[in-house]
């Protein structure tokens, strides 16, 4: 069990400008979720996929935010046209099954900067 | 809709005294709780959580948590902080139908003083 990885850590990239994040779950963990953590807040939620299927998406995801999970195993997170407001912490996480009381377990998160 | 209140964004104790971290959630549905602590540029780790059964639930690091139904409340406890202790801490709250998307407190950061 190696956890929870994302790539990249941190991502400093200027106002109009594309990136991807990516995330690795847990092997077995069949659900990954995405959250948006700013400074002195708690993460908040933005969207969650069950195998490859992306399930729900916050109202907070615009437009300009899509998420993949080809084969239910990685995900990706990108953000078009980033704006200065995207800036923040970027988190994922997984948990084994369909049950809402298994644990998730996060990644270290990618650091957003838009400059 | 569900919220979490954690009362106090910063709390600050001595080494060996008491550490209290309290957390009250709203949900309309028996809720989910969990506790996380996240140490700085890392993600969350869970600390503890309450599904059903025991109220009383023990944690990783000798920290502790109590749900109590009729204060909708799950503060987070342990007796004596060490110095690593040092972080901050998250309380949320999920429930079985939402699909375990858990709705986070804004954190409470926890200084250590010597």
């Known amino acids: 069990d190696t956890g929870v990885s994302q790539d990249p850590r941190h991502k400093i990239t200027k106002r109009g400008q594309n990136v991807t994040f990516r995330c690795d779950p847990i092997?077995?963990?069949?659900?990954l979720y995405w959250y948006r953590q700013t400074l002195g807040q708690g993460p908040e939620f933005l969207t969650y996929?069950?195998?490859?299927?992306?399930?729900?998406k916050s109202r907070l995801l615009s437009d300009r935010f899509s998420a993949e999970r080809p084969k239910g195993s990685f995900s990706t997170l990108e953000i078009q046209r980033t704006e200065q407001g995207d800036s923040a912490m970027y988190l994922c996480a997984s948990s084994l099954g369909g049950d809402s009381s298994y644990e998730q377990y996060f990644g270290p998160g990618t650091r957003l900067t838009v400059t | 809709a569900q919220s979490v209140t954690q009362l106090g964004s910063h709390v600050s104790v001595s080494e060996g005294a008491l550490v209290l971290l309290r957390c009250n959630y709203s949900s309309s549905v028996p809720p989910y709780l969990f506790w996380y602590v996240q140490y700085p540029n890392q993600g969350l780790q869970l600390l503890l959580k309450?599904?059903?059964?025991?109220?009383l639930v023990k944690g990783i690091n000798g920290f502790e948590a109590e749900f109590k139904k009729s204060e909708t409340s799950f503060h987070l406890t342990k007796p004596s902080a060490h110095m690593s202790d040092a972080a901050e801490y998250f309380c949320a709250v999920s429930y079985n139908t939402n699909a375990g998307k858990s709705t986070f407190g804004d954190g409470t950061t926890l200084t250590v003083k010597p």
């Open positions: 309450y599904t059903t059964g025991a109220t």
């Open positions: 996929f069950q195998n490859e299927a992306q399930l729900e």
């Open positions: 092997s077995e963990h069949n659900r």
